[in-house]
Nanobody
Framework: VQLVESGGGLVEPGGSMRLSCVVQ??????????MAWYRQAPGKQRELVAS???????HLEDSVKGRFTISRDNAKLTVVLQMNSLKPEDTAAYYC????????????WGPGTQVTVSS
């Protein structure tokens, strides 16, 4: 299983950005029952941002509720994180994650994509 992320870059505060993640490889559908986005800022631990199951059960961390949305296309094996009203504190490396269980980080990670919110 390989996760390929796209999106990221520099955006001004208040702006929007879209991150996409495509799953590649051979696997059972349950292998990626849960897909999520994590982020890690310099000097901080990696933290969950949002997650979504195949059945479209969604979890959003309080810090991003009302600003970020997560969606998933099971047929295209993609998950998208739409980020609006971005703040400087959203600056981090964002990682796509996949695994079999909702609420738990799975074993598969993308290489990460940098999001920088700055004027």
């Amino acid at each position: 299983v390989q996760l390929v992320e796209s999106g990221g870059g520099l955006v001004e505060p208040g702006g929007s950005m879209r991150l996409s993640c495509v799953v590649q490889g051979s696997f059972f559908s349950t292998t990626i029952d849960n897909m999520a986005w994590y982020r890690q800022a310099p000097g901080k631990q990696r933290e969950l941002v949002a997650s979504i199951t195949r059945e479209k059960n969604i979890h959003l961390e309080d810090s991003v509720k009302g600003r970020f949305t997560i969606s998933r296309d099971n047929a295209k094996l993609t998950v998208v994180l739409q980020m609006n009203s971005l703040k400087p504190e959203d600056t981090a490396a964002y990682y796509c994650n996949a695994g079999p269980q909702f609420g738990t980080a799975g074993p598969y990670w993308g290489p990460g994509t940098q999001v920088t919110v700055s004027s």
